[in-house]
């Protein structure tokens, strides 16, 4: 029987889809070219857009939603070919570097053929650069709610934050009174109502620029923003990237034409 390869890539367009459970075999470097997603693990949810990666650790379960159609190019690394991730999920800030050679490695496909000795070498740099950026992982992440209240709180939040949403109202909504579901968010959160639609704004702002179909000031509007000074104040303190910066490594990101 011929040996599996040690690592191999899948570059391919995934259309929009609602949230799934996944367990993956090997472990697995996940990057949108285009489009973003949304994963969840161990009580977190991350944006994905193509400034950014995911390593995800073989055998550990995660939830990945598609807001909009996406374009993947991911590599896969054999559970014996590299060390164990020590997160279920780790996002990661891609480089040119990174982002150059998980492009380089998208030529081999094929699961069932070994790696000839200069591809394996080029999987392992990758994977040793991932790992690298790993230990500096990306912060810009949501905790999930624990409770029916603050679950339901938040997709109303979400629903209305382009149109200054009333706390207050939110409140009343999901039958609660102020004060508890104030108390709620600091609990479930760690952060309040109002700081929790600050990061909820910013994260829909990184899918929306990441669809590569808007200006970094009609996202700024859509989400809610009057003040393009506040909106970019509040996204470099959660990114750690201006929205420009941000936007210039989408551009760079982007697969070249066959």
């Known amino acids: 029987m011929v040996d599996a ?21 090997r472990h697995y470097l996940l990057y949108c070219t285009a489009g973003t997603m949304r994963l969840e693990a161990e009580g ?3 944006s994905l857009p193509p400034s950014r990666a995911a390593i995800i650790s073989a055998g550990r379960s995660i939830h990945v ?6 374009m993947a190019c991911s590599a896969l690394f054999d559970r014996t070919f590299i060390p164990a991730p020590a ?4 996002v990661i800030n891609m480089t040119p570097l990174a982002r150059e050679l998980i492009l380089a490695c998208r030529i081999w496909t094929d699961v069932d053929k ?33 409770s029916g209240g603050v679950a339901a709180a938040m997709r109303l939040t979400e629903q209305q934050m382009a149109a200054a949403p009333d706390f207050a109202s939110i409140a009343r909504d999901v039958a609660m009174t102020e004060r508890s579901l104030a ?15 600050r990061r909820l704004r910013i994260i829909r702002a990184m899918e929306l620029i ?9 996202a700024s509007y859509s989400v809610g923003y009057a003040s393009l000074s506040a909106f970019n104040a509040a996204f470099l303190e959660i990114t750690g990237q201006t929205p420009t910066a941000f936007r210039i490594g989408i551009q760079g990101a982007r697969l070249p034409h066959d």
């Not at 600091?186 to 639609?197: F, N, P, S, V």
Request: no cysteine.
């Open 65 to 70: 939603t598609l807001p909009q159609a996406v």
């Open 114 to 146: 070994p790696l000839d000795p200069y591809a394996r070498q080029l999987f392992a740099t990758l994977a040793a650069v991932a790992s690298q950026l790993a230990a500096a992982p990306s912060n810009a992440a949501m905790p999930l709610p624990r």
């Open 87 to 90: 997160e279920a999920l780790t």
């Open 44 to 46: 977190k949810v991350w």
């Open 5 to 25: 390869a040690e690592a191999y890539s899948v570059s391919r367009l995934f259309p929009p889809a609602d949230r799934a459970e996944f367990r993956f075999d």
């Open 210 to 218: 990441g669809e590569g179909n808007v200006t970094i000031t009609e």
């Open 183 to 197: 108390r709620h968010f600091l609990d479930e959160m760690g952060m309040t109502w109002r700081q929790t639609l």
